[in-house]
């Protein structure tokens, strides 16, 4: 790791993205648009890679540098830093010190649900008509400590806020693991007895989520906004 970052350092510091990469073609930039794939199984990662390789046109050609099942790690984000590439997820997301590591070293990562979807931008993406990106941002998560059964069927969780902040008027996910099984909003947010705006990291809470009752000790609540990005020049 000490290697690939010590490599970075002496290259570009200027971040490579799909929006602004066909922007760089025939001005020193790359001729190379480096990606690196992660997903849930095999035959998703094979069968994507694959796809977006054959994307490759006369000016530039698509290089996949890693390709493996499982979740996104700082190691990930390294590779992609030291060799300037873009992280395509796949049914998968980067864990926090990862997210983390992307957002100093300045590592783009692309979430998908569907092939066609990543086909589509990256195509897009070559011939410069990449439409500006809805981009999430995450806030901060909490981890589920114990979960209180009350009447009337209402749950709460008893959470310690490990990163970030719990903001109440922003979309939650609950992770179970690497797995999100569950996306909605929060019916309630207090510390102790108050109702509360915002919890910040090293602070304990209870959550109590709008249609989700599901949850377990361990769980992992994330807050997350959806920001649009305009393409960058």
């Not at 590591?101 to 692309?110: D, G, L, N, Y």
């Given at each position: 790791r000490a290697a690939l970052h010590r490599e970075h350092e002496f290259r570009s510091s200027k971040a490579i993205s799909l929006t602004s990469f066909h922007d760089s073609l025939g001005k020193g930039g790359p001729n190379e648009l480096k990606m690196l794939i992660k997903g849930d199984v095999d035959g998703s990662v094979e069968a994507l890679s694959e796809s977006l390789q054959k994307l490759s046109t006369a000016e530039v050609a698509v290089r996949v540098i890693r390709s493996a099942v499982g979740q996104i790690t700082e190691s990930d984000v390294l590779l992609a830093a030291a060799s300037d590439a873009i992280?395509?997820?796949?049914?998968?997301?980067?864990?926090?010190?990862?997210?983390?590591?992307?957002?100093?070293?300045?590592?783009?990562?692309?979430?998908?649900?569907?092939?066609?979807?990543?086909?589509?931008?990256?195509?897009?993406?070559?011939?410069?008509?990449?439409?500006?990106?809805?981009?999430?941002v995450v806030l901060g998560s909490a981890e589920v400590r114990q979960v209180f059964k009350l009447s009337k069927g209402l749950v709460v969780a008893g959470c310690m806020v490990s990163t970030g902040k719990i903001t109440r008027a922003e979309k939650v996910r609950v992770m179970r693991g690497d797995q999100a099984v569950w996306t909605g909003r929060i019916e309630a947010l207090k510390r102790f007895k108050d109702d509360a705006r915002e919890v910040e990291k090293g602070f304990e809470c209870g959550i109590t989520l709008g249609g989700f009752s599901e949850l377990q000790q361990g769980d992992r609540i994330e807050s997350f906004k959806i920001e649009e990005l305009a393409r960058t020049l």
């Open positions: 992280i395509v997820g796949f049914h998968v997301r980067p864990d926090v010190r990862a997210r983390e590591m992307a957002e100093r070293e300045k590592v783009e990562i692309r979430l998908y649900d569907i092939i066609y979807k990543a086909q589509e931008d990256v195509k897009l993406a070559l011939e410069g008509m990449l439409k500006p990106e809805l981009k999430e």
